[in-house]
């Protein structure tokens, strides 16, 4: 079948611009909406999966779900450093890291309101298990002393935690001794200091999280019949990776279902500005809907030309408003992750999937908006079309 | 009241035109309705607070616990009238999907400082008599469907094992503002429990609830029971219970102000829409326009004309959006259960639809009005054609 | 470009027979034409005239086949037309006739060139042949200077020939013109006329015309009157 060209439907959008341009306006501020929500909860779900090392394990006490909920005994975690499967390093020491965790309510920096920071006792073996850490500004804390180290984010967010100042808690002044960045993971929301000087300050006898990193994954299966078999053993052992992926989803979903929920409200709106717009459209050139269908081209080109009009105003909503959430890449925000009741900064992730997505739902509210006015432009007949004209 | 039939016929005149961008707008103003009640609903935690409470916390954060023995020194301090406590329990019921907040509270004291939570004389009682009971708020029990007498099975995540309770009583609130949708159990359950674990939390509770004789010496209190332990192991952080319910909502303040800027753009969305609208009104009418001015009426009256209609159609769909807004809100609160223990459509949220429908109405005539205004009658009226 | 076999001029083209129309308009029944007869030569120039509400435009649109008949038979070239599905119709209508009106109908978003094309979208044509038409079409209206200008920015005449352009450039056997003078003015009303002649005269085109202007119908052939949808005898072929 032959169509009604291109250029006579693009260029009829662009002789009603200003009209073409609020309706796809309101377009690209749903699919902003939409948009956006999709890349923060992907930037979560990112955020958090990066925060796990595929060969690392994590131990938690039975049950405990977080890592503030856990509580690990000293003999247990002897026990579990002493499991077989589990690596080195060079100097043939076992890469185990035993880890108090606590959350230390600050003052963001911007309103001086307080929010939950993780506070992790660790080890200088920390970094041998977490090679994503890196250090940025100053130097690791020494084992034994009261310094610490501060995640990027935290140093940035929360007062008293730059290079060089100085928090009061557990009765101790905690000097800040250096930044580290963990390459936009959860590590960047976090206080790491030494881990018995913490249990100390703390008066904690145990700590809450294990980690281990696994010699190769072949091990993996003698070491968790090992720990099934030790009733001394009442701890779940995970994947980090699949840890952390469960970590963020609560929020991650709860986003993504608040926002696609606005944005199907939202799009009721836009949808019904698509078809104004295209009804308006339809009645303005009934005189030319006859003389094509006169010309020869049939119901069916007539549908399809307006319905195409419609969706291409919706591809211009719909780029417009993927690129202005596209530029919210560069946009760091944080908020209290509720599974974890703690302070989680993390950024705008944009995808190849999103932008599908995006598009498709952009195309669907311009397909929706433009059907009916295109079904009514098809079925007039040419000689009421041309007596109308 | 010849300009406002005109009004009235011209606003009717393209009725599928005018029908559609009502249903926008209606959907709009519900929609920015739900949100704010939304955000309110956050903060009715705090709006639910009583001035004569105060919540004495661990300094370090809410994870780390207090010493049961500093309740007779709270008890002590000047202005206090009672002490309560409490713990987070985080149990889970049947499955992490059905949450709700509960508490092992020091009962006699903890309902003594919380009188909103009606409770009747004989449930009261038995909830008292019994280590293993437990009561709720209406809300929550009847979204379970829970009837006084069941047993409740709790999964402990910071307290390993299943918990199982009996409930001894539903409690009503006061006033629609009242938390409806907590559990409350006895502490002394959870420290026994603790001690034969041998766990070293066992004498020691998450906060203090603390009653005070005049909301004014809120802070002078609160100093008070802080000076009391400063540089002891457990410092103390003391604020008033809106100021501690308030910590809660801060916490999730980037997703509000997501939520507060969205309900914004809704507004933006649909004034598109309305000044496409107007704009279409206003080519279509060109010629008329023409004509009114050439028949000598102002430019004035033609703008009169436009905004008029705008703003008969703006307030048209913002009204019945406002009506409809509060079923919506009904059916949602069901919806979503415990989530939001409160969920009400405020006044002050209903003025801000009406100011947005009006708002919506005048700005989308701005534009073509002004054009309108300035149409010169030979050019208008050769639109006729 | 001929439909059928049946050959040369002096054949009959359309043969219209016992042709009705009606509408119907609410509980009303409203016959427009009733029991029509008209044959139509090929290469004969036909102006078609009446008072309003006499269905000649009724009529011409049924010759056409953008209406359908209540009743009768019209065979164009061998065809029914009042069998076709509507779908064959549109096929048959891209390839058989060519449309003039009034208000010209040009599409004003597209330029001369691109309203000329607009035809030969509905062909298998190649872009380059496409192109080549065109171009031929608007060298017969005398518009080659004009191709890249919108509709709005010509003349009423110039919008017109640039209509006749669209109207020819598939080659069709068959034009119809409704009112091609009716919007403009004497002397570039009679240019039209002039083009339409020589459709007639050079190209052998078939032209049915609708008009109630005299001195157009004086251009054509013959005239056929309809008065409350039927025939009225010719007073005298070529007159004024």
């Known amino acids: 079948m032959k169509a009604i060209p291109l250029s006579y439907i693009a260029r009829n959008l662009w002789v009603r611009r200003v009209t073409t341009l609020l309706t796809a306006g309101g377009m690209a501020l749903v699919v902003f909406v939409f948009a956006t929500v999709l890349m923060m909860s992907e930037g979560i779900r990112a955020t958090l999966v990066a925060t796990g090392q595929a060969d690392n394990m994590l131990v938690l006490r039975k049950g405990a779900g977080a890592e503030i909920n856990s509580g690990v005994s000293r003999g247990q975690a002897a026990i579990i450093e002493s499991l077989p499967g589990i690596a080195t390093d060079g100097n043939g020491q076992r890469l185990v890291s035993k880890e108090p965790v606590v959350l230390n309510n600050l003052p963001k920096r911007s309103n001086g309101k307080p929010s939950n920071v993780t506070l992790r006792g660790t080890s200088p073996l920390a970094l041998a298990l977490r090679p994503q850490v890196r250090l940025i500004e100053g130097r690791m804390f020494r084992p034994g002393t009261s310094e610490i180290v501060t995640g990027r984010s935290i140093a940035n967010g929360f007062i008293g935690t730059g290079l060089g100042e100085t928090l009061r808690f557990a009765q101790r002044d905690w000097i800040v001794v250096g930044v580290f960045d963990s390459g936009r993971t959860g590590f960047d929301s976090e206080i790491w200091g030494d881990a018995e000087q913490m249990m100390a300050a703390f008066r904690r006898s145990a700590y809450s999280t294990i980690v281990f990193r696994l010699a190769d994954q072949g091990a993996l299966p003698a070491l968790l019949a090992a720990i099934d078999a030790d009733p001394r053993l009442q701890i779940d052992a995970k994947p980090e990776i699949q840890f952390y992926a469960e970590q963020s989803e609560a929020l991650a979903t709860f986003i993504r279902y608040l926002g696609l929920f606005l944005s199907l409200i939202f799009s009721i709106g836009a949808i019904v500005g698509a078809m104004i717009t295209m009804f308006a459209a339809v009645a303005q050139r009934i005189g030319e809907i006859g003389t094509l269908r006169a010309l020869g081209f049939r119901r069916t080109a007539v549908l399809i030309a307006f319905l195409a009009e419609s969706l291409l105003l919706s591809l211009v909503g719909g780029l417009i408003g993927l690129a202005a959430a596209a530029s919210m890449q560069s946009v760091d925000i944080s908020t209290t992750n509720f599974q974890t009741f703690s302070e989680l900064a993390f950024q705008f992730k944009f995808t190849a999937r999103i932008a599908v997505q995006t598009l498709a739902f952009a195309l669907f509210m311009g397909f929706v908006g433009g059907f009916i006015p295109a079904w009514r432009a098809a079925r007039m007949k040419i000689v009421d079309c041309l007596r109308e004209a | 009241m010849f300009v406002l039939k005109l009004l009235l016929k011209n606003a009717f005149r393209h009725r599928l035109r005018t029908l559609l961008t009502m249903v926008g707008l209606i959907v709009a103003v519900c929609a920015f309705g739900l949100l704010r009640t939304i955000i309110d609903a956050w903060y009715a935690g705090a709006e639910g607070t009583s001035s004569t409470r105060l919540v004495t916390r661990n300094a370090i954060s809410l994870t780390f616990v207090l010493p049961l023995n500093y309740a007779d020194r709270v008890r002590r301090v000047e202005g206090v009238t009672g002490v309560s406590w409490s713990n987070w329990f985080g149990g889970v019921y049947i499955t992490e999907r059905n949450f709700f907040p509960q508490f092992a509270v020091e009962p006699a004291s903890y309902l003594a400082l919380y009188p909103e939570y009606i409770l009747p004389e004989a449930e009261k009682k038995a909830f008292l008599l019994d280590r293993q009971g437990a009561v709720v708020g209406r809300k929550l029990a009847n979204q379970y469907g829970w009837k006084v007498g069941d047993q409740i099975p709790l999964r402990g995540t910071i307290f390993p094992g299943t918990w199982t309770f009996t409930l001894r009583g539903i409690w009503d609130g006061v006033d629609a503002r009242t938390d409806e949708a907590q559990m409350l159990f006895h502490w002394k359950l959870l420290s026994e429990n603790l001690r034969a674990r041998g766990g070293q939390n066992a004498d020691h509770v998450g906060v203090y609830i603390v009653g005070i004789d005049e909301p004014n010496n809120a802070p002078l209190i609160s100093q008070r029971i802080d000076a009391q332990f400063k540089n002891s192991l457990a410092e103390t952080l003391t604020e008033t219970e809106k100021a501690f319910q308030l910590g809660f909502v801060s916490m999730s303040e980037a997703i509000l102000v997501a939520v507060n800027a969205v309900s914004y753009v809704i507004i933006v969305i649909i004034m598109a829409v309305m000044a496409n609208t107007m704009m279409m009104t206003a080519r279509e009418r060109l010629a008329e326009y023409a004509t009114l001015k050439a028949l000598g009426f102002p430019p004035a009256f033609v703008v009169k004309l436009l905004f008029g209609e705008s703003l008969v159609i703006a307030l048209g769909g913002g009204i019945l959006g406002m009506l409809l807004t509060l079923p919506l809100a009904a059916a949602f609160a069901k919806a979503v259960g415990t989530l939001f223990p409160v969920f009400v459509v405020s006044d002050t949220t209903m003025l801000l639809q009406l100011a947005a429908s009006v708002t919506v109405g005048a700005i989308a005539a701005a534009w073509p009005a002004w054009k309108m205004s300035r149409i010169d009658i030979v050019n208008g009226l050769r639109h006729v054609g | ?240």
């Open chain 3, 1 to 240: 470009m001929s439909v059928t076999g049946d050959g040369g001029a002096g054949q009959t083209l359309i043969r219209i027979r016992n042709l009705s129309k009606a509408y119907v308009r609410g509980e009303q029944f409203i016959p427009v034409l009733q029991g029509l007869d008209l044959d139509v030569r090929r290469a004969e120039f036909v102006a078609l005239m009446g008072p309003s509400g006499s269905g000649k435009s009724t009529l011409l649109n049924l010759v056409a086949g953008i209406d359908k008949p209540s009743g009768g038979s019209i065979i164009v070239g061998g065809v029914d037309i009042a069998t076709l599905s509507e779908g064959a119709l549109a096929d048959w209508r891209a390839a058989h006739v060519g449309f003039i009106f009034q208000f010209y109908n040009l599409m004003p978003v597209l330029t001369a060139f691109e309203n000329v094309e607009l035809p030969l979208l509905l062909t298998t044509l190649s872009r380059r042949e496409r192109k080549a038409h065109v171009a031929a079409a608007l060298d017969m209206v005398r518009l080659t200077d004009r191709v890249d200008h919108y509709p709005n920015e010509l003349s009423g005449g110039q919008q017109q020939r640039v209509a006749i352009a669209r109207a020819l450039v598939t080659d069709p056997t068959l034009i119809v013109a409704d009112e091609p003078t009716g919007d403009l003015d004497r002397v570039t009303g009679g240019e039209v006329l002039d083009l339409l002649d020589d459709l007639h005269r050079q190209l052998g085109k078939t032209i049915v015309m609708v008009t109630h202007d005299p001195k157009a119908a004086g251009r054509a052939e013959r005239m056929v009157h309809l008065e409350k949808g039927v025939l009225v005898p010719d007073p005298a072929p070529g007159a004024v």
